[in-house]
Nanobody, 121 residues
Framework: QVQLVESGGGLVQAGGSLRLSCAASGRAFNRYTMAWFRQTPGKEREFVAAMSWTYGSTYYADSVKGRFTISRDNAKNMVYLQMNSLKPEDTAVYYC??????????????WGQGTQVTVSS
């Protein structure tokens, strides 16, 4: 069982940066594929980025490639999402997710409660 808690959201102007953090509790965090998703009202949850535990491979949505970077610190049980060059359309609730799969799965087993990111124009 893994519990995930996000932090780091807030209000930022367009072009600015934020770093989201996700603290994970539980065993064998280093054997979990971790990901970030986001959701805006009335829309389905959207994949943002993922990092597998097998080779540390990273995956990004086209909309964030080159601007967002996912990383993890297994010693601290932490996952991060560095967000640069933010745009108003990045405004959403951001969720951290985890799964025991060695590569990004269709469905993740564990989810955090979300953190709001608002980008003003």
């Amino acid at each position: 069982q893994v519990q995930l808690v996000e932090s780091g959201g807030g209000l930022v102007q367009a072009g600015g940066s934020l770093r989201l953090s996700c603290a994970a509790s539980g065993r064998a965090f280093n054997r979990y594929t971790m990901a970030w998703f986001r959701q805006t009202p009335g829309k389905e949850r959207e994949f943002v980025a993922a990092m597998s535990w097998t080779y540390g491979s990273t995956y990004y949505a086209d909309s964030v490639k080159g601007r967002f970077t996912i990383s993890r610190d297994n010693a601290k049980n932490m996952v991060y999402l560095q967000m640069n060059s933010l745009k108003p359309e990045d405004t959403a609730v951001y969720y951290c997710a985890g799964d025991k799969s060695g590569h990004p799965p269709q469905e993740y087993d564990y989810w955090g409660q979300g953190t709001q990111v608002t980008v003003s124009s």
